[in-house]
């Protein structure tokens, strides 16, 4: 059975940094588009970043871009989501997804398959 499994997240403080992992298991993550989602309360899905299951090519928000850095580890079958510089308007609950597209969405979640459990970041002094 096919599944995305987090880990990571927490509490930090402004301006520091957190990684977060999604770790496949029952299908090769290299062969597929990941993408990181995230939900703050009383807001809708933002997509964050994604990199491409076909290209290796990877895609981020305007609001992350030059702070995040998305990376795949096919040893682990992982892909992994460095976040600097954090601020308090990254605090949400972040998703990895799956998607069998050739190329990935950084913007469009129905894209995506399935989705790994959801891990909350919290930034704040």
């Known amino acids: 059975q096919a599944q995305l499994v987090q880990f990571g997240g927490g509490l930090v403080q402004p301006g520091g940094s957190l990684r977060l992992s999604c770790r496949a298991s029952?299908?090769?993550?290299?062969?597929?588009?990941i993408g990181w989602f995230r939900q703050a309360p009383g807001k809708e899905r933002e997509g964050v970043s994604c990199?491409?299951?076909?290209?290796?090519?990877?895609h981020y928000s305007d609001s992350v871009k030059g702070r995040f850095t998305i990376s795949r580890d096919n040893a682990n079958n992982t892909v992994y989501l460095q976040m600097n510089s954090l601020n308090p308007d990254d605090t949400a609950v972040y998703y990895c997804?799956?998607?069998?597209?050739?190329?990935?969405?950084?913007?469009?979640?129905?894209?995506?398959?399935?989705w790994g459990q959801g891990t909350q970041v919290a930034v704040s002094s």
């Open positions: 990199i491409g299951g076909g290209d290796d090519s990877t």
């Open positions: 997804g799956a998607s069998a597209n050739y190329y990935c969405s950084a913007y469009n979640s129905n894209e995506y398959d399935f």
């Open positions: 029952g299908f090769t993550v290299h062969y597929y588009s």
